[in-house]
């Protein structure tokens, strides 16, 4: 298991839009972030939903489970049921600042398929790079 703190992103959009973005993941998460397919949505309770999906890592098919927790106007609890970071568990909190927002992921995670914690750091800390292009992507097109 490996506890990330990844600070200093900020989303160039103000708060109310970072919250449309979240709600917009539960139906365009496919424009959102392309190199995922078949998302389905589950609502659980008004606040938390599941979302799963297939993409390829590595060559290889993986299908991807999440569920997700919002803290309205705090952040989201993450945490991966099904793929190669089973267990992990993170918290995304973002930081009002003027027409920005600040965001901080803190979590600790783990994989069944990647043993070494440097390896592990590395893959986490791409994935979330990856998210929050696409995320700041897709707030530049929405209205």
């Known amino acids: 298991m490996v506890f990330i703190i990844d600070e200093g992103s900020e989303f160039e959009a103000p708060i109310e839009k970072v919250w449309k973005l979240n709600e917009?993941?539960?139906?365009?998460?496919?424009?959102i972030h392309p190199g995922g397919r078949n998302y389905k949505t589950e609502n659980i309770s008004?606040?938390?939903?599941?979302?799963?999906?297939?993409?390829?890592?590595?060559?290889?098919?993986?299908?991807?489970?999440?569920?997700?927790?919002?803290?309205?106007?705090l952040g989201v609890a993450i945490e991966l049921l099904e793929g190669p970071?089973?267990?992990s568990k993170f918290f995304n909190y973002y930081i009002p600042n003027k027409n920005k927002t600040g965001v901080t992921v803190v979590g600790d995670f783990k994989s069944p398929i990647i043993n070494d914690e440097a390896q592990l750091r590395q893959t986490?800390?791409?994935f979330l790079e990856q998210a929050f292009k696409e995320d700041s992507t897709y707030l530049k097109k929405m209205v």
Do not use: C
């Open 24 to 31: 917009a993941h539960l139906k365009d998460a496919g424009r």
């Open 46 to 73: 008004d606040s938390t939903t599941t979302t799963s999906w297939e993409t390829d890592i590595q060559g290889q098919s993986s299908n991807i489970k999440i569920k997700i927790t919002k803290f309205y106007p």
């Open 85 to 87: 970071m089973t267990g």
């Open 124 to 126: 986490v800390l791409s």
